[in-house]
């Protein structure tokens, strides 16, 4: 009897290939490399936004992003890097404002999903950030009187890559 070769019918899958990155742990970053087939039924998660995938029984933390073309799983730590940075943005009294926190967070989620670097925009936004509250303390020492040279702010230190 001949042997027959089963065919396997997998459609048309979305392909995704995990990817290492400065804040990937050591541990996941032999699942670095390897493609995901994703059925084209699917829906797939927003890009930028934090999930995981079970891989071999291993949960695989990270987010979804399209970076020259090629859809990309980001392997990053059990809690997200752009949250963590974007809670370390104000310094330790954190946000008088949550909601002024959620649209750095949403900013942060929306370039990495178009394949920013975490490292970059980590950076941007610390620089962004104190930017803007050199300006408030300028715009609060004018109305009462003060000379703008003499304002100066407190650098605040995000201590993660935002990945």
């Known amino acids: 009897m001949p042997y027959v070769v089963p065919i396997y019918n997998l459609g048309n899958p979305t392909w995704i290939r995990a990817v290492a990155d400065e804040g990937t742990p050591a541990e996941l970053v032999p ?14 998660p927003p ?14 933390p990270g987010y ?12 990053t730590p059990p809690q997200d890097p752009m949250q963590a940075l974007v809670i370390g943005l104000p310094g330790p009294n954190g946000w008088a404002s949550q909601s002024a926190g959620m649209v750095w967070y949403n900013a ?16 941007a936004f610390e620089q ?10 300028a715009e609060l020492a004018l109305q009462q009187g003060q000379s703008v040279n003499t304002v ?3 650098n605040s230190t995000a201590k993660a890559s935002g990945s």
């Open 152 to 154: 100066s702010t407190q």
């Open 108 to 123: 942060g989620v929306a370039l990495r999903g178009a394949g920013g670097a975490g490292n970059e925009i980590a950076t």
């Open 64 to 75: 979804l992003r399209n970076k020259d073309g090629e859809w990309q799983w980001v392997i």
């Open 31 to 44: 699942y670095a490399n390897r493609y995901l087939a994703v059925r084209e039924e699917s829906d797939l």
């Open 47 to 60: 890009t930028g936004t934090p999930g995981i995938v079970i891989v071999n029984g291993t949960s695989v």
């Open 128 to 137: 962004l950030f104190n930017a803007a509250r050199t300006e408030i303390m």
